[in-house]
């Protein structure tokens, strides 16, 4: 079931789309949130609260996934966005069918997208020199950094949903307390990346490519991503390619899709170029969002703060993210994630993993229960989450957790 904590996130100027199921509505099927009421859309939609929709297919709120409404013109995600935003503002939750409503705590979340592809880049500059720094003990960006957004292609069938629990992966690693030699175990070194998502909503098809000032007619909105993150698994495969199995085991998004309707009011600024950009990547607005994000390590009962960046301090945007990944050619295809690597800033407390937080796992954290982490351990649980703006503005994204699990014994 989901967290009640959130309802704050989830005022009538959100509005988030994502697939939900309950006890009277056991297929997953296309909802939205309001407070901590979910409102189930294809239930409206027969009722005749969108008949003025008119390019509004008939049926598309009892599918699984939200990939062909994603798809459609943004007119028509709008059109239905301010139909429920109006409604609630004019009676609040009775506004709506009482069987198309139910209690957050009763609900299930699922997957609101299929994904095609992921691709996770490095925008944030910060974190960029930290890991430099930390790794190689260089903290200089890599040569194509302000060139362009640097990324590599993930695994999508590894992208779960928030909620979904993360097995200990294992894999070949130098043992670092022996003679370095290589071995076959679970992963000593388990992280997690605080990051924002988008999701491709309108395709592109290939060879078409695409300016960076185009880029927001093909998002559809934004999540939360735990990018986890193996580090000892992806120190030994990252040379010179990678990552691969430090990577794919797992990831995990938040169930809500916050549209660009939704964060419009809470635009903002990027940090300026440092080098002029070739046409594509060019964006004279510099567009992003403040967006807020924290993390937090659940253990035994108590929960400890070990991470709290914004999305605006990135040097690379969504736009640019986007723009790029079509440059060479490649389409976009309706559910696609495009996610921004590490959210992380430049003083203590600002950083979105562990990697940076206890310098490679030199400098443990203390938890407030009194045990100490180099990195996750068994029974650990990750959480994000996200708002725009204030903490009031009512614009939020809930949360994202995953709980990191054992290794399994394949390897024994």
């Known amino acids: 079931m989901t967290s009640p904590e959130y309802a704050h996130h989830f005022s009538r100027d959100n509005i988030p789309f994502g697939i939900a199921s309950s006890p009277t509505h056991e297929a997953p099927q296309a909802a939205t949130r309001l407070q901590n009421t979910v409102i189930f859309l294809n239930d409206l939609a027969e009722a005749g609260t969108f008949s003025i929709v008119h390019d509004l297919p008939k049926g598309i709120f009892a599918k699984e996934t939200l990939n062909e409404f994603a798809s459609l013109p943004k007119s028509v ?27 957050i705590r009763r609900v299930t979340m699922h997957m609101p997208v299929n994904v095609g592809d992921f691709i996770d880049f490095s925008c944030s500059l910060e974190h960029v020199k930290n890991a430099g720094r930390i790794i190689i003990n260089d903290e200089r960006p890599p040569p ?7 990324g590599y ?13 993360i097995e200990r992966p ?29 999701i491709i909503g309108r395709p592109l098809p290939r060879n078409q490519r695409l300016l960076a000032t185009d880029a927001d007619k093909h998002i559809f909105g ?8 193996a580090r000892d698994i992806q120190g030994l495969e990252m ?29 903002a600024a990027a940090p300026p170029r440092v080098q002029p950009l070739v046409d594509y ?3 004279p607005e510099n567009a992003t969002y403040s967006i807020a994000m924290q993390v937090e390590v659940l253990s035994e009962n108590s929960a400890t703060v070990t991470g709290k960046s914004n999305v605006q301090t990135m040097y690379w945007t969504p736009r640019h993210m986007v723009a790029h990944a079509a440059s060479a050619g490649a389409p976009l295809r309706s559910g696609d994630i495009m996610a921004t690597g590490t959210v992380s800033g430049p003083e203590k407390g600002s950083h979105g993993c562990l990697l940076e937080t206890t310098e490679g796992g ?6 407030e229960n009194g045990s100490s982490r180099r990195y996750l351990q068994d029974g650990d649980i990750a959480r994000m989450t996200a708002v725009a703006g204030e903490s009031s503005s009512g614009v939020g994204f809930g949360e994202c957790v995953g709980r990191l699990l054992p290794a399994q014994g394949w390897y024994d």
Not at 144 to 150: K, N, R, W
Not at 184 to 196: G, H, I
Not at 240 to 265: C, H, M, Q, R, Y
Request: charge should be negative; glycine fraction near 10%.
């Open 77 to 103: 995600q709008s059109a239905v966005r301010n139909i429920i935003r109006d409604a609630f503002g004019k009676g609040g939750i009775d506004a709506f069918p009482a069987g198309c409503c139910e209690d």
């Open 144 to 150: 194509a950094f302000f060139h362009l957004p640097i």
């Open 153 to 165: 292609q993930g695994r999508a069938g590894s992208v779960f949903v928030s909620g979904t629990d």
């Open 170 to 198: 294992v894999g070949q690693y130098r043992d670092t307390t022996s003679d370095g030699h290589i071995v076959l175990r679970p992963s000593l070194a388990v992280d997690y990346e605080m990051e924002l998502a988008a």
């Open 222 to 229: 934004f999540v939360i991503l735990n990018d986890w993150s």
């Open 239 to 267: 040379m010179p390619l990678g990552p691969l199995n430090g990577k794919n085991f797992g990831t995990s998004i938040s169930p809500w899709i916050v549209t660009l309707d939704a964060l419009e009011s809470f635009k």
């Open 281 to 283: 990547l060019d964006d």
């Open 362 to 367: 030199k400098s443990p954290i203390i938890l």
